[in-house]
Nanobody, 118 residues
Framework: QVQLVESGGGLVQAGGSLRLSCSSS????????MGWYRQAPGSQRELVAF?????IYGEAVKGRFTISRDNAKNTVALQMNNVKPEDTGVYYC??????????????WGQGTRVTVSS
């Protein structure tokens, strides 16, 4: 099992910046991928960015958000610059790990809320 805890959400004005952090505990040695997803009110959860063998960004955040991962500490951060009102939502930390039979296991944090005011 892997436990994920996010921090850093809050209220920010459009054009501003915010940094989210996610720490992990438990069987962290099995983690292959860490990333961020978000869910806006009334919308489905969508990819923000993930870091595994490569780094992938969702189209909506390319050029504005940067994901960084510390493999030694098993943490992942999301630097959000030039935020827009449409970035408002709950941001979830995600980790994909290998189980005892090499199956992929997915874990989620509880989420941190980001609100961007116009």
């Amino acid at each position: 099992q892997v436990q994920l805890v996010e921090s850093g959400g809050g209220l920010v004005q459009a054009g501003g910046s915010l940094r989210l952090s996610c720490s992990s505990s438990g069987n962290t040695g099995s983690i292959n991928v860490m990333g961020w997803y978000r869910q806006a009110p009334g919308s489905q959860r969508e990819l923000v960015a993930f870091s595994g063998g490569k780094v992938i960004y969702g189209e909506a955040v390319k050029g504005r958000f940067t994901i960084s991962r510390d493999n030694a500490k098993n943490t992942v951060a999301l630097q959000m610059n030039n935020v827009k009102p449409e970035d408002t939502g709950v941001y979830y930390c995600n980790a994909v790990a290998l189980g005892p039979r090499l199956e992929e296991l997915e874990f989620w944090g509880q989420g941190t809320r980001v609100t961007v005011s116009s």
